[in-house]
Every structure is written in C-alpha cells, then in structure tokens.
C-alpha cells in the first residue's frame, strides 16, 4: 500500500529554472496539500485542494502554482526558482470527516528535498 | 488565527526516562489537535489526534495526550522512553471548514541518551 508518494526525493537547481513536484495518492482522498518545511518554521501550507479541479492558497503560496487535474495526483510548479525556495517539500491528503466540518489526520509523503543554487 | 506553540526547541533525554513535550494553541472554537513524530528523512506520522470526548488520548508508541482547555494545552507524554523516540514531533491544530487545513508548532527535536 504506497499511500503518498513524492517524486523527485532529491533536486538540485539554479535560479531562475522552472519545475514540478508530483504528488500521487491511492487512498483516493478528496483533498490534498503542498506544505514547505524550513528549519525553525515547522511546516507550513503553500496550496491545497478539496477536489479536483479545484485549488486554493495556503500561507506562503507566492512563487507556486499548483493543478489537480486527477483526484489521484497533486502538481506543485515553480515557474522561476529563487533561493528562497530551497527547502523540503511535503504532500499530503486526507478525506473529509463523518461529521460536517470535521478534520480526518492528513497522510504524508516522505518529501522532496529541493535545492537552488 | 490560529496558531501553535512548542515552546522547547530540543529536549535530552535519558532512556527509560518518563517525557513531557508541551504544545500550547491558541483558536477561538474547539481545536481538533495532532501530534505527528518525523524521523530523519522521513515524511510525517501521525501519533494521535483529540476531535472531542475523553480529554486523555492515547496514541501509538506508548504516547499519550491531554488536552487542557482551561489551559490551552494539548501535551504530549511518554512514562519510558526508548532509544528509537528520538526524532522530531510536531503539534498541530486543524481548523474546521470546508478543508482540514493544519496550523503547525515548529517543533521539538527529541535526543535520547542511552
């Protein structure tokens, strides 16, 4: 059972290159999240989806764009890397509660440790 | 806004000692709460979560927590710790709405001194 899977786990770019993180889920889970984690900062929200098709803006979401157009699969883009981006990368999905409004634990994947030189 | 609060950065243990991480949260309504652990190089893995109900839950590894309302608190403990609980733990707050977004603490890296 893979659960979350992150692909690439490890890479390393200059500044200005553009890429793109996948994420895949086999729980099929209704929502997904790109999260960054920076040493000091914990782990902080960058986009997430209720669906697919759909998508919105976590805390940091400036210099990342996402797409979900399979409810399997959550796309994070850097257009033009800095930096400033240089950190690990987290997915992670989980389903609606039973009651309205309730939070179900979110799944994580084992991350993408990205490098801009 | 939410917000979470480990206020311990690194915490040394010694093995089979009992252990005691704080998280303080601060959300207007009922907070749902988690605590996840995150070895080295590994993503995150939930230990447990308080939705409602019993206010002590108890999670994998031997954890447990309580949740303080008057407090604010959701700490997480251990009676023995073993050598294999070193890593990073985290606490968590969800928010209710439309999706289960997450507020996370910055975290409490555990060493554990045999």
């Known amino acids: 059972n893979a659960g979350v899977t992150q692909t690439p786990k490890f890479r390393v770019l200059k500044t200005g290159q553009s890429m793109t993180l996948l994420c895949a889920q086999d729980m099929n889970h209704e929502y997904m999240y790109w999260y960054r984690q920076d040493p000091g900062m914990g782990l902080r929200l960058i986009h997430y989806?209720?669906?697919?098709?759909?998508?919105a803006k976590g805390e940091v979401p400036d210099g990342y764009n996402v797409s979900r157009l399979k409810k399997q699969n959550f796309l994070l883009g850097l257009e033009s890397a800095a930096p400033s981006q240089t950190s690990v990368y987290f997915c992670?999905?989980?389903?609606?509660?039973?009651?309205?409004?309730?939070?179900?634990?979110?799944?994580f994947g084992d991350g993408t440790r990205l490098s801009i030189l | 806004a939410q917000s979470v609060t480990q206020p311990d950065i690194h915490i040394t243990v010694s093995e089979g000692a009992s252990l005691e991480l704080r998280c303080n949260y601060s959300?207007?309504?009922?907070?749902?709460l988690f605590w996840y652990v995150q070895s080295p190089g590994q993503g995150l893995q939930l230990l447990l979560k308080?939705?409602?109900?019993?206010?002590l839950v108890q999670g994998i590894k031997g954890f447990e927590a309580e949740f303080k309302r008057s407090q604010s608190s959701f700490n997480l403990r251990k009676p023995s710790v073993h050598w294999s609980d070193a890593a990073e733990y985290f606490c968590a707050v969800g928010v209710t709405g439309t999706a289960s977004k997450l507020t996370f603490g910055t975290g409490t890296r555990l060493q554990v001194t045999l």
């Open positions: 992670a999905s989980n389903s609606p509660g039973q009651r309205r409004y309730s939070n179900q634990p979110q799944h």
């Open positions: 959300y207007g309504a009922t907070p749902y």
């Open positions: 308080y939705f409602s109900g019993d206010t």
């Open positions: 989806s209720v669906g697919e098709g759909t998508t």
